[in-house]
C-alpha cells in the first residue's frame, strides 16, 4: 500500500444528510427541541436546517424511506450524528432542552478531550451533543500522547453551567 499525505488540516465534515420516516416528527425533534433553524424545505419531501445560518448542517430527507423502520440492531449503518457546541453552557443549554421535552439520554460521559451527551432521535438514529474542552486541558501521557477516557458525565454541574 502506497503511503499517502494526511488531509489538509482545517478539513472539515460538513454535513450529514440522515433518512427519516416522517420529515415534520424530525423537524420537530432537531427544531422543535434542539434548536436548529430550517434553511429550505423541498415538496419531494426534504428539509435542510442549520445552527447560525449556514446553508445547512443537516438534511433530511423521506425520498427512500417514509413510513420506513429503523435498521435492525446488528446491521451496518451510521452510529451517530455528532453536534459540537461551542460552550460548556450551550451543551448545558442542549441538556436542559432535550430533559424539558422528555427525551432519555443513552449516556452522558467525560472523554477528558470533550463532554458528550448520548441519545436517539425520533427515528433512533444515534445522536450525540458534546462541547470540545480547549486543546490544552486535553489528557496526555507523559509522553504527550492522547490519553482520552471515559467517565460518567455530571449532570448537575453541566446543568448549572447554562445560562437562562
Known amino acids: 500500500?502506497?503511503?499517502?499525505?494526511?488531509?489538509?488540516?482545517?478539513?472539515?465534515?460538513?454535513?450529514?444528510?440522515?433518512?427519516?420516516?416522517?420529515?415534520?416528527?424530525?423537524?420537530?425533534?432537531?427544531?422543535?427541541?434542539?434548536?436548529?433553524?430550517?434553511?429550505?424545505?423541498?415538496?419531494?419531501?426534504?428539509?435542510?436546517i442549520s445552527a447560525g445560518g449556514y446553508h445547512h448542517h443537516i438534511g433530511l430527507n423521506t425520498w427512500e424511506s417514509k413510513?420506513?423502520?429503523?435498521?435492525?440492531?446488528?446491521?451496518?449503518?451510521l452510529f451517530h450524528t455528532a453536534i459540537l457546541y461551542p460552550t460548556r453552557p450551550a451543551l448545558a443549554d442542549a441538556?436542559?432542552?432535550?430533559?424539558?421535552?422528555?427525551?432519555?439520554?443513552?449516556?452522558?460521559?467525560?472523554?477528558?478531550?470533550?463532554?458528550?451527551?448520548?441519545?436517539?432521535?425520533?427515528?433512533?438514529n444515534g445522536v450525540e451533543l458534546y462541547y470540545d474542552r480547549p486543546k490544552e486541558q486535553w489528557p496526555r501521557t507523559p509522553d504527550g500522547t492522547l490519553a482520552m477516557f471515559t467517565r460518567r458525565l455530571d449532570l448537575e454541574d453541566l446543568l448549572r453551567q447554562r445560562v437562562a
Open 1 to 48: 500500500m502506497s503511503e499517502n499525505r494526511p488531509i489538509i488540516a482545517g478539513t472539515r465534515i460538513g454535513h450529514v444528510h440522515l433518512k427519516v420516516a416522517d420529515l415534520d416528527r424530525a423537524l420537530g425533534f432537531y427544531c422543535g427541541v434542539l434548536g436548529f433553524e430550517v434553511t429550505q424545505r423541498l415538496n419531494s419531501g426534504a428539509a435542510f
Open 67 to 77: 413510513g420506513g423502520h429503523p435498521p435492525s440492531p446488528g446491521t451496518t449503518g
Open 95 to 124: 441538556l436542559h432542552r432535550v430533559m424539558q421535552a422528555g427525551i432519555h439520554l443513552d449516556g452522558a460521559s467525560d472523554h477528558g478531550v470533550s463532554e458528550a451527551l448520548y441519545l436517539r432521535d425520533p427515528d433512533e
